[in-house]
């Protein structure tokens, strides 16, 4: 079982992971706007890979309670939780948009 310490500091990496992750996907959107494509293509790929941190950190927790070894629900691993699941909706957001920037004629909004 992991201590209360050892939980709350899985919960800060998943947060400052996934955090960043929904960072990069937010400026991959504004790359596209400005027609940057290719430095769109590099966020999404850096956010992906922050993504992976924190969802890793998720998952050894996931299997050490499926062995058998509960983990202790606090707010901080529910918030964790929920940055987890809004970084991954941000990312289907920012790929729609990036793809959707591609497809039109980029004009600035007036």
């Known amino acids: ?11 800060f990496q998943i947060i400052a992971a996934v955090g960043n992750a929904r960072s990069l996907y937010i400026e991959a959107i504004h790359a596209a706007k400005d027609g940057d494509f290719d430095r769109a293509a590099e966020l999404m ?3 992906g890979e922050s993504y992976l941190e ?13 062995a058998g070894d509960p983990i202790a629900m606090t707010l901080m691993l529910t918030h964790a939780e929920d940055q987890l699941m809004s970084a991954e909706g941000f990312k289907f ?3 729609e948009m990036i793809d959707l920037c591609c497809r039109v004629e980029l004009k600035p909004v007036e």
Not at 1 to 11: H, V
């Open 93 to 95: 957001v920012a790929e």
């Open 1 to 11: 079982m992991k201590t209360t310490e050892e939980l709350m500091m899985a919960s």
């Open 54 to 66: 924190g969802h890793d950190v998720h998952t050894q927790l996931v299997q050490q309670e499926a």
């Open 45 to 47: 790929k850096e956010g």
